[in-house]
Structure formats: structure tokens, C-alpha cells
């Protein structure tokens, strides 16, 4: 028989097609071999970033520079937006006073003043041009597109929350935003904060660092903003570190399911491989008919070729279905990818073995039979 090359993809194909239900389960765990370990690590690798997410939007890698004596400037602290590895920068001051409402007179807010760059800390979709009200008190204060605020002394520091005039102006002021305070701390979550320009000195500079930027920020912040022995600029993390605290860093590029789909290609080349042994008197047959070892590496290859073309597809599309419909987040599609073409490389890998590796002779295989 005259086998051109043609002639041996198709007969690959035939035996493909008519294989059924050992070319059915063969493909089934293809699919499976693709769709399980890429699942599995984009589900840990979106757990890890939602953890992360949740860590940042309650203030990590966020840093408080502040100087008792002096303060902190509030221009060079707004103007630390512009500098690389600074994801959003503002200063921020407190106010001795507290506020009611027109709806709530006795709510006792605090007040507090912030620059520009609060909206960027706040991850608010635009700039302030108003107030802005932190999320725990919008229910009790009845916050509607304006509020009029209804100043007045602390007691805590005047004794009579009546006397005296105060720093906060009564409005009405336009609501800006409502939004979630705590990623200032716990004391600034009650209340609300008011616009003010970045000039004189400010309690303390806020400032988010890009990813990867916390530690060189809270090296160099002492210098930026000046430090001496008797007037120390001290930075602090706005969450509190330790020794049994997250690395989110470390734990995505440690995960245990990064490699996961080496282990699911080995298994799937050795299936194939097994297969292959135990239907090896096929092989032998070919060889009887004329066909050469390049030949019946050709009609092997074109078999695992189907087999896992099959596979990959509908284990690519199952595993992108569950992911997206469990996490929807599409930025685990690159992690479902690599999973992907891992699997596709290491088993095929392993497959070509079996036309590498030099065969038994071809009456002794057919005695097996």
C-alpha cells in the first residue's frame, strides 16, 4: 500500500471517528485534564485577590505621615499624587468640632478637612466639589443632594457644646459623595469631610501606595517632608502589620495550584500512552501493510491531535464558564490560558514518546494478540 502523507491523516481520522465510545472517553478526559486544574487555580487566585481587594479598600498600603509639633505640609503632601509608585496622596486635618443637621441636630459628627487628593484615597469616581459623607450615618442624618450643617463647640473640649463660635461653616454644603470613611481609621468613619486647599500645615498626609511601593514610601517619607530630632516625622501603615499577617504577594506566587495543570498533562500523556500499549497490535498491522514508523506516528498524531483539540476547546470553554459565572472576574482568563496551554504542551510531550521510542519487532507484538 502507497501511504503518502495524506493518506495516513486520514486513515488517523478514521480511526479517530470510529473509535467511539474509547475515542468518547479518551476526549472526555482530555476535557476534564484541561478544565479541572485551570478551574481550580483561577478559583484560589480569584479568592486571593478578592481577600486583597477587601485588605486595600480598608486602608493597606495606605501610610499616615504625620509631625507633632510641626505638622505636615499640606502642598508637598497633594503634590505626592504626581510621584511614581504613589497611587493617591492627601492631607488631611481634624477639627475640635462637632456638627448636627437640620434633620439630626444632636448626631455629634466629627468634621474633618481634606485636600484634592481625598477623592483619589476614597476611590470616588469623581473630584469633591462638596461634602462628603461617610456611608455608616447616611440613614440617620436623612443626606439628600444638600446638607446644612449645624455647628458647634466639643464638649469634650469646651465643656459647653454651645459656646463660642466655631471653624465649620454652617452651608447648606453640596453633597459630593457618600462614601466609606474607614479607610482614614475608625474615628473619621463617623462623620464628614470637607473640602479645603493644600496650603499651610495639615494633621497628616494620607497616602495609598502603588503595589510593591509600601516599603521604599515609608523610607523615604521621613525625608520628603523633613524630620529632625526634635521635630520627627513619623509614618505609620494604616493597618497594622506583623508577623501573622497576609502576604498576598507571596501567597498568589505560592499557590499550590500554579502548576497544578503539569500534574493533569503528565496524567493525561501517560492515559494516552497506555492506550497506546495496550492497542499496540494495531501498530503492527500498519507495518504489515506498508506502513512505515514516520507513517504510524503520522495516524497516532492525528488521532491525539483530534483527541485533544476536542478537549481543550470544550475544557477552555467549561472552565471559563465556571469561573466567570463563580467569580466574574475576567482577570483570571490569562491564569485560564496558561493552565491551558501547560496541559496541551506536557501532554503532548509525553505522547510523542510512543512514535520516538523504537517499537518491538513486529511478529512479537502480534503474538501478544
Not at 485551570?38 to 485588605?55: I, K
Not at 478637612?113 to 440617620?140: E, F, K, N, W
Request: proline share 5%.
Amino acid at each position: 500500500m502507497d501511504w503518502r502523507w495524506e493518506a495516513a491523516i486520514s486513515e488517523g481520522w478514521r480511526n479517530w471517528v470510529s473509535g467511539r465510545w474509547v475515542s468518547i472517553i479518551v476526549t472526555l478526559l482530555a476535557i476534564v485534564a484541561v478544565a479541572l486544574p485551570a478551574t481550580a487555580d483561577a478559583l484560589v487566585a480569584a479568592r486571593v485577590a478578592r481577600a486583597e481587594q477587601v485588605w486595600v479598600d480598608s486602608g493597606g498600603r495606605v501610610l499616615i505621615a504625620t509631625n507633632e509639633l510641626r505638622g505636615v505640609d499640606a502642598s508637598l503632601c497633594e503634590r505626592l499624587r504626581l510621584t511614581p509608585g504613589v497611587d493617591a496622596a492627601a492631607a488631611v486635618t481634624r477639627l475640635p468640632d462637632l456638627v448636627g443637621t437640620a434633620v439630626a441636630p444632636g448626631a455629634d459628627l466629627s468634621v474633618t478637612t481634606a485636600t484634592a487628593g481625598i477623592s483619589g484615597l476614597l476611590r470616588l469616581a469623581h473630584p469633591i466639589d462638596g461634602i462628603v459623607i461617610g456611608q455608616t450615618i447616611t440613614d440617620r442624618i436623612g443626606a439628600g443632594e444638600s446638607v446644612t450643617l449645624l455647628p458647634r463647640r466639643n464638649p469634650t473640649t469646651t465643656g459647653d457644646p454651645t459656646s463660642g463660635p466655631t471653624d465649620v461653616p454652617a452651608g447648606p454644603w453640596h453633597v459630593s459623595a457618600i462614601a466609606d470613611l474607614s479607610v482614614l481609621g475608625e474615628a473619621y468613619a463617623y462623620g464628614v469631610i470637607l473640602p479645603t486647599l493644600a496650603h499651610g500645615p495639615a494633621d497628616a498626609c494620607y497616602i495609598r501606595a502603588a503595589p510593591g511601593q509600601t516599603n521604599a514610601l515609608r523610607d523615604a517619607l521621613p525625608a520628603i517632608f523633613g524630620s529632625t530630632i526634635t521635630a520627627p516625622t513619623v509614618v505609620e501603615d494604616r493597618l497594622i502589620g506583623g508577623a501573622f499577617s497576609r502576604d498576598y504577594v507571596v501567597e498568589y506566587r505560592e499557590r499550590p495550584t500554579a502548576w497544578l495543570a503539569i500534574a493533569s498533562g503528565a496524567a493525561l500523556g501517560a492515559m494516552w500512552l497506555l492506550l497506546r500499549w495496550v492497542r499496540r497490535g494495531q501498530d503492527s498491522l500498519y507495518a504489515t501493510v506498508g506502513a512505515g514508523t514516520r507513517t504510524r506516528g503520522l495516524i497516532r498524531m492525528t488521532e491525539w491531535a483530534l483527541t485533544l483539540a476536542v478537549g481543550t476547546i470544550l475544557g477552555l470553554v467549561s472552565a471559563t464558564c465556571v469561573v466567570m459565572i463563580t467569580t466574574g472576574q475576567p482577570e483570571t482568563l490569562p491564569l485560564i490560558a496558561r493552565s491551558t496551554v501547560i496541559v496541551g504542551a506536557v501532554s503532548s510531550a509525553i505522547a510523542l514518546v510512543w512514535v520516538t521510542v523504537p517499537q518491538r519487532e513486529i511478529l512479537t507484538t502480534l503474538k501478544d494478540r
